[in-house]
Nanobody, 125 residues
Framework: QVQLVESGGGLVQPGGSLRLSCAAS????????IGWFRQAPGKEREGVSC????????YYADSVKGRFTISRDNAKRTVYLQMNSLKPEDTAVYYC??????????????????RGQGTQVTVSS
């Protein structure tokens, strides 16, 4: 059974950090690019960051550049999103998605073959 399971979300104060994990099962992660997306209430879905299948290429949205870092450990079947200097506007449901094709600006989550259910990130004092 194919699954992408996100974890690591929670409540954090502005300026704080969280590390999200995206654990894959049921398919060969090393053959897939992974994108992290987020959606806040009343806002458009946004591609936050994505990484190619072996990690050689990455993309970051301007809104997170310099604060977020995407990485992957194919041996552990997990992709990470390290989020530092969090801001209230980072509050959203974050979810990961897998695609056999790496898109330089992540594209739409509907371009991806598999998608997780998401994890809530709330940045508030």
């Amino acid at each position: 059974q194919v699954q992408l399971v996100e974890s690591g979300g929670g409540l954090v104060q502005p300026g704080g950090s969280l590390r999200l994990s995206c654990a894959a099962s049921g398919f060969t992660l090393a053959n897939y690019a992974i994108g992290w997306f987020r959606q806040a209430p009343g806002k458009e879905r946004e591609g936050v960051s994505c990484i190619s299948n072996l990690g050689y290429s990455t993309y970051y949205a301007d809104s997170v550049k310099g604060r977020f870092t995407i990485s992957r450990d194919n041996a552990k079947r997990t992709v990470y999103l390290q989020m530092n200097s969090l801001k209230p506007e980072d509050t959203a449901v974050y979810y990961c998605a897998a695609s056999p094709v790496f898109r330089s600006s992540c594209g739409s989550p509907y371009d991806y073959k598999y998608r997780g259910q998401g994890t809530q990130v709330t940045v508030s004092s």
